[in-house]
T-cell receptor, first 115, second 116 residues
Framework: DAGVIQSPRHEVTEMGQEVTLRCKPISGHNSLFWYRQTMMRGLELLIYFNNNVPIDDSGMPEDRFSAKMPNASFSTLKIQPSEPRDSAVYFC?????????????FGPGTRLTVL | KQEVTQIPAALSVPEGENLVLNCSFTDSAIYNLQWFRQDPGKGLTSLLLIQSSQREQTSGRLNASLDKSSGRSTLYIAASQPGDSATYLCAVRPKRKDQAGTALIFGKGTTLSVSS
């Protein structure tokens, strides 16, 4: 089992540039989550999908952020235009969503630095 | 709104000590509570998951308890080792009336340092 795969692992970009983060969930999992981790706010949910459909995007900071899940094995999180305050570690997680016993499995994260 | 708090924020102990990490949450309407470990620059590893109907879970030297009515959980680490040094995160999965699938709400973690 390869686990949750995220790419890139590190991204350094300049303010105003578009950034795309990618995630491949564990095969067979039908829930996918995007979280952001900062020193100030800790780990916070951005958005999650169930069966490729966005269920809760209340954590998406603003219109500069968008997320898609075109199929069960791939999701993207896009920031356009990026700003220095977007610098954080972005985690993707997946779960089988079989009910209350679910465990979420986290990817290694993408460390984003916006200069 | 559900809030999760972890105390202390940081803890330093000598090798061999038993220790307790604390987690509190404001809303008892949860499916479960999980404890995660995060090593510097790494992702999260699930340590223990306690269902809302359970009181505790054990794995090796780790024991997690849950008192849902008081909104508290503890993670007990026995005979600590330098390899236990990491950040420990507590997270609850809140119940929603409309659907079963919900995301986790995390505390900010306790950073543990075990010296040899």
């Amino acid at each position: 089992d390869a686990g949750v795969i995220q790419s890139p692992r590190h991204e350094v970009t300049e303010m105003g540039q578009e950034v795309t983060l990618r995630c491949k969930p564990i095969s067979g999992h039908n829930s996918l989550f995007w979280y952001r981790q900062t020193m100030m706010r800790g780990l916070e949910l951005l958005i999650y999908f169930n069966n490729n459909v966005p269920i809760d995007d209340s954590g998406m900071p603003e219109d500069r952020f968008s997320a898609k899940m075109p199929n069960a094995s791939f999701s993207t999180l896009k920031i356009q235009p990026s700003e220095p305050r977007d610098s954080a570690v972005y985690f993707c997680a997946s779960s089988a969503n079989r009910g209350s016993t679910d465990t979420q499995y986290f990817g290694p994260g993408t460390r984003l630095t916006v200069l | 709104k559900q809030e999760v708090t972890q105390i202390p924020a940081a803890l330093s102990v000598p090798e061999g000590e038993n220790l307790v990490l604390n987690c509190s949450f404001t809303d008892s309407a949860i499916y479960n509570l999980q404890w995660f470990r995060q090593d510097p620059g790494k992702g999260l590893t699930s340590l223990l998951l306690i269902q809302s109907s359970q009181r505790e879970q054990t794995s090796g030297r780790l024991n997690a308890s849950l008192d849902k009515s008081s909104g508290r959980s503890t993670l007990y680490i026995a005979a600590s080792q330098p390899g236990d040094s990491a950040t420990y995160l507590c997270a609850v999965r809140p119940k929603r009336k409309d659907q079963a699938g919900t995301a986790l709400i995390f505390g900010k973690g306790t950073t543990l340092s075990v010296s040899s």
